[in-house]
């Protein structure tokens, strides 16, 4: 089992940046493809970003290409989405999720572990 830990999110202006990190103590980070996933209420799960587990790879929803950046310290077990010029329809849960193994998981199904979320509102 892996326990994944969001701090980091908040209000925003909107235009805004805001920098959610995802955290995994005591487990061998490096072993993990992560990503993050957004949902509103009422919707399904949305991907917004996802990151190779040796961190050389990521790939993003089409919606936050140039804004939002994924990365990763395999050193310290931590991921972080530097998300930038915020928007209000952004806000939502965000969520870290995992799946061991290599690669890049773009469909929110395919990871099996999750965080229990952070808020992000963007609003003035």
């Known amino acids: 089992q892996v326990q994944l830990v969001e701090l980091g999110g908040g209000l925003v202006m909107p235009g805004g940046p805001l920098r959610p990190s995802c955290a995994a103590p005591?487990?061998?980070?490096?072993?993990?493809?992560m990503g993050w996933v957004r949902q509103t209420p009422g919707k399904e799960r949305e991907f917004v970003a996802a990151?190779?587990?040796?961190?050389?790879?990521?790939y993003y929803a089409d919606s936050v290409k140039g804004r939002f950046t994924n990365s990763r310290d395999n050193a310290k077990n931590t991921m972080h989405l530097q998300m930038n010029s915020l928007k209000p329809e952004k806000t939502a849960v965000y969520y870290c999720?995992?799946?061991?193994?290599?690669?890049?998981?773009?469909?929110?199904?395919?990871?099996?572990?999750w965080g229990q979320g952070t808020q992000v509102t963007v609003s003035s």
């Open positions: 990151i190779h587990w040796g961190g050389g790879s990521t």
């Open positions: 005591g487990r061998t980070f490096s072993s993990y493809r």
């Open positions: 999720a995992a799946r061991s193994g290599s690669g890049l998981n773009c469909n929110p199904a395919e990871y099996n572990y």
